[in-house]
């Protein structure tokens, strides 16, 4: 199974990690509308690293569950963790404006959405798309 | 580097059709361009043709709604046209709407519904 990552440290990294997210969905067999959604969560989760977090990485993964096939996109952070993490879930909410459609968003384009955060340690979103 | 996204003008209205995937930068450029030429030939409508674009993520979005409500304040009217079917399911899905812009499947009927919104005048 595949993997590879991209370090978040700009937003040209933004970029970088959506076209290896929507080259990697491609590869998979994903079609036109699940590459939007998977390219999309991945701007949004990488948005949110370089406006809240200033660094991390984005994980991509093809991976395989009793002969289906997926993708695996984990956002890894340093930053200052969520303090409410019910509150950031709520549709609608954003802290920043509206700048980032926020998780809430992130969960719908995909199929599964797991998130851990500790506050000044940082945050982990996994998130899943299945092909079907 | 920042992509230079080309403004044409017809008549009164500015044509803009976005080629390649924006990036924060170019589309934060392209706000100020547009809205540059806007004053610049005084026009009063503006089309902005998406056909060739087949990702909008919030951040794009929000670009695209922030130059709609700027247009408008400098008294212009601005028409999207050819959002792709992955386009317009990812932006509900996400729970963003642009709100108060017109929209048409492709650039004719965008200069179509443009020109009835600006009183029936030719463009």
Redesign the interface.
């Known amino acids: 199974m595949s993997e590879s990552f991209v370090e978040i440290l700009t937003?040209?990294d933004?970029?970088e990690a959506?076209q290896l997210g929507?080259n990697e969905a491609k590869r998979i067999g994903f079609g036109?509308?699940d590459?939007?959604?998977i390219?999309?969560a991945i701007?949004?989760l990488a948005?949110n690293i370089y406006l809240y977090a200033d660094k991390g990485r984005i994980l991509i993964e093809t991976i395989d569950m009793s002969g289906t096939k997926g993708i695996k996109i984990v956002a890894q952070d340093e930053g200052p963790g969520i303090e409410d993490i019910r509150l950031v879930m709520q549709?609608?909410y954003s802290t920043s404006q509206?700048?980032?459609?926020?998780l809430?968003?992130?969960r719908?384009?995909m199929d599964e959405f797991d998130i851990q955060t500790t506050v000044n340690e940082g945050t982990i979103v996994r998130i899943i798309k299945w092909l079907r | 580097m920042v992509l230079n996204i080309p403004i044409l003008k017809l008549q009164d209205c500015l044509i803009v059709s976005i080629q390649s995937?924006l990036?924060?930068?170019t589309a934060m450029q392209f706000q100020t361009d547009l809205l540059q030429k806007l004053s610049e030939v005084k026009a009063r409508g503006v089309v902005i043709d998406l056909s060739c674009i087949?990702?909008?993520?919030?951040?794009i979005a929000?670009i695209l709604g922030d130059i709609i409500r700027m247009t408008s304040l400098m008294g212009a009217k601005v028409t999207i046209t050819g959002i792709?079917?992955?386009?317009a399911?990812?932006l509900v899905?996400?729970?963003?709407y642009l709100k108060d812009v017109i929209t048409a499947l492709d650039l004719e009927g965008g200069l179509t519904k443009l020109q009835k919104a600006l009183g029936g005048r030719k463009i």
């Open positions: 937003e040209w933004i970029v959506r929507r036109a509308v590459q939007a959604r390219t999309t701007s949004e948005r549709d609608g509206g700048l980032g459609a926020g809430p968003g992130v719908r384009l | 995937e990036d924060d930068p087949e990702f909008i993520d919030s951040f929000r792709q079917p992955s386009i399911i990812t899905e996400l729970g963003i």
